[in-house]
């Protein structure tokens, strides 16, 4: 991984912009239309392949890793991740909040922490040389959505 190039490109994103838009066909991916479909009237047809259950990705640090079980981080990865995690902050520090509420619901610090969750665990995993599941993430954030969760084996994305 180019940590500069990575930077760049997380200041330069427009992270969740397309929420509610149309994804370019991926059997690999499970999209649902809408905040209010994913979480306050899920409808279990929208979890096509599977039993109707999402795993939600994790929103705070203190969640595990749905993916993998990381050692804890050198003191030089943990410098990575905190370098990616105020950039991912910077990025997303001025989103339109209106955009994640659903009648009483606000899911606007989901969103953040769930992108940040995602970018950090990203740099462990390249750092690390551990595959490429949460790199798959975050192409879904870089592509202006919000991958929520994991049903039958495939990344859910609003």
């Not at 990616?84 to 001025?94: D, I, L, P, W």
Request: hydrophobic share 45%.
């Amino acid at each position: 991984m180019n940590i500069d190039a990575e930077l760049q490109r997380i200041a330069s994103t427009p992270f969740f912009s397309k929420l509610g838009c149309a994804f370019p066909g991926d059997d690999a991916l499970i999209r649902i239309e809408s905040l209010r479909r994913a979480f306050v009237e899920p409808v279990a047809a929208d979890v096509k392949g599977g039993d109707g259950r999402v795993e939600w990705l994790p929103t705070s640090p203190t969640q595990d890793d749905p993916f993998y079980q990381m050692p804890k981080p050198s003191a030089d990865l943990a410098a990575l991740r905190m370098q990616v995690n105020k950039a991912v902050m910077a990025a997303t520090r001025h989103l339109d909040k209106n955009v994640f509420v659903v009648g009483q619901h606000d899911f606007s610090n989901a969103a953040r922490g769930g992108i940040c969750f995602a970018f950090r665990q990203y740099v462990s995993e390249s750092h690390l040389g551990l595959g490429d599941k949460w790199k798959q993430v975050v192409d879904i954030y870089y592509a202006g959505h919000w991958p929520i969760g994991v049903a039958a084996g495939k990344l859910v994305l609003v």
